[in-house]
């Protein structure tokens, strides 16, 4: 059953979290730090004190509520999406997945320019705000897949096609391996290619510079990565218990991944934490790291169309992509980061219609 939903944060929660921002206690920093030893303090307390003073969750929770909110249990698990139907009765449905430390929000503006092409369906990850948390453990890629393919099913779509980016790529991708007859397409703007000894290309020296970015963040795993990896319950509770916690966790990423030139607002960064902290999901969402690295990887046997963008944590290396993938769509742009549909929707969107425009003869 398909149930319409509404967003009602209670105001106890909105209060506790105003006083537990007041009762913040900061370590101290020492001087000219800058970066070097992790998220400045200057910036975090500024930050802290506009979501404490200045940020205004019922205003962006009114206008989240004029989207058409639903949830369904599938597999059960409760599953929260937002469908909006384009003019078009006959537009291509096309259903698009965000990723970690993002959220449905990923993808508010570019709900007017793909609608005008494509009834859309933007869910909320098995684990992650709405739809959170989840009870049981193995919700990886695949399963979550699934998923999408039965919520695709209920709300009739028998022809679709699916983008994301981060975790919502390689969802889009196991997508394509288990639904390949309802999946016209797949398209991703992030594409990891790892170093393959095997493949004997003779590959470009700006690829090679790509690969090598990739060997130095294999050697050096991110910290995050690591944590949700391996110890999602234990980083969980000190990002539940601690709002300025879950804001570093996740402006963090904002402020390495994203492209100087787009940076992701204020007001948006803080609408983003404010779901993971109201809906207590920090830790069912760090475990989609744990389960999708324990899941079984599934061969996409949909087309793929890929957009890189310059300033994404890797950029693909197309000639090993291609050896796993029916790449039939590739573009290259020189600005934007790895929250493309936040930094660069215009640039996205019209990629995504791009590539889906060739494959709407079948539907």
């Not at 990850?125 to 453990?137: C, V």
């Not at 397409?185 to 690969?211: C, I, K, M, W």
């Not at 709002?243 to 803080?270: N, Y």
Request: proline share 7%; hydrophobic share 40%; charged share 25%.
């Amino acid at each position: 059953m398909i149930k319409p939903f509404r967003i009602d944060i209670p105001q106890a929660d909105l209060d506790d979290l105003t006083d537990r921002l007041a009762r913040t206690r900061w370590p101290d920093e020492v001087a000219d730090a800058g970066w070097d030893y992790g998220f400045p303090l200057a910036r975090l307390q500024q930050l802290a004190e506009h979501w404490r003073t200045g940020y205004d969750w019922r205003a962006h929770e009114a206008a989240l509520n004029k989207l058409p909110h639903h949830t369904t249990e599938i597999d059960g698990q409760n599953i929260h999406f937002v469908h909006v139907r384009s003019a078009k009765p006959d537009a291509l449905a096309l259903i698009l997945t965000h990723g970690w430390p993002g959220s449905f929000l990923e993808f508010l503006d570019v709900i007017e320019p793909l609608s005008r092409d494509f009834h859309l369906v933007i869910p909320s990850i098995p684990g992650y705000g709405f739809s959170g948390p989840t009870r049981d453990r193995g919700w990886d890629l695949a399963r979550i897949a699934r998923a999408w393919a039965e919520l695709m099913n209920r709300l009739g779509y028998q022809r679709y096609g699916a983008q994301g980016g981060d975790f919502g790529a390689g969802i889009s991708l196991a997508l394509g391996a288990v639904a390949p007859e309802q999946v016209v397409g797949v398209h991703v703007n992030y594409l990891p290619t790892r170093p393959d000894p095997d493949a004997r290309l003779d590959l470009s020296e700006a690829d090679q510079a790509r690969l090598d970015k990739v060997r130095h963040l294999m050697a050096n795993r991110p910290p995050y990565q690591a944590l949700q990896a391996l110890t999602p319950q234990t980083i969980g509770y000190a990002l539940t218990d601690s709002p300025v916690g879950q804001l570093v966790w996740i402006a963090e990423r904002f402020a390495q991944w994203t492209d100087p030139r787009s940076p992701v607002s204020d007001e948006r960064i803080l609408t983003d934490v404010s779901l993971y902290w109201l809906t207590a999901t920090a830790a069912s969402a760090a475990r989609l790291h744990h389960d999708a690295a324990r899941g079984q990887a599934l061969p996409c046997r949909a087309p793929v169309g890929v957009a890189v963008f310059a300033h994404d944590i890797t950029q693909s290396v197309r000639p090993l992509a291609e050896r796993l993938y029916d790449i039939r769509h590739w573009s290259e742009f020189d600005r934007g980061g790895h929250f493309a549909a936040m930094e660069v929707p215009d640039l996205l969107a019209a990629d995504v219609r791009d590539f889906f425009r060739t494959r709407l003869d079948r539907r």
